[in-house]
């Protein structure tokens, strides 16, 4: 099992950036996908962006390509989503999640493929 906890949400002004991190617990960090999934009020969760267990795959929502990065340090069993130019659109509660594979260069960009989630970070940006 993995436990994930979110840091990082805030309040920010629009064009502004925020890091969130996601530390999970555990040895085997390095065999799960990590994925970025938000949800705001009366919405579904979404997809944001995803790696592999390898570190050598991503995939954005089209939404965020070129403002986010998702990136993962192994050594510290984190992944990071940095997210620059931000909107009012972009605001939600921010979840991490992952699932174990043996797949090293495969990502996950729907809900159901994840086994485990943090409890979310809120992020709010003002217009």
């Known amino acids: 099992q993995v436990q994930l906890v979110e840091s990082g949400g805030g309040l920010v002004q629009a064009g502004g950036s925020l890091r969130l991190s996601c530390a999970a617990s555990?040895?085997?960090?390095?065999?799960?996908?990590m994925g970025w999934f938000r949800q705001a009020p009366g919405q579904e969760r979404d997809f944001v962006a995803a790696i592999s267990r390898s570190g050598g795959s991503t995939n954005y929502a089209d939404s965020v390509k070129g403002r986010f990065t998702i990136f993962s340090d192994n050594a510290r069993n984190t992944v990071y989503l940095q997210m620059n130019s931000l909107k009012p659109e972009d605001t939600g509660v921010y979840y991490c999640?992952?699932?174990?594979?043996?797949?090293?260069?495969?990502?996950?960009?729907?809900?159901?493929?994840?086994?485990?989630w943090g409890q979310g970070t809120q992020v709010t940006v003002s217009s």
């Open positions: 555990g040895r085997t960090f390095s065999s799960y996908g």
């Open positions: 999640a992952a699932r174990q594979t043996n797949f090293r260069y495969r990502f996950y960009t729907t809900p159901d493929d994840y086994d485990h």
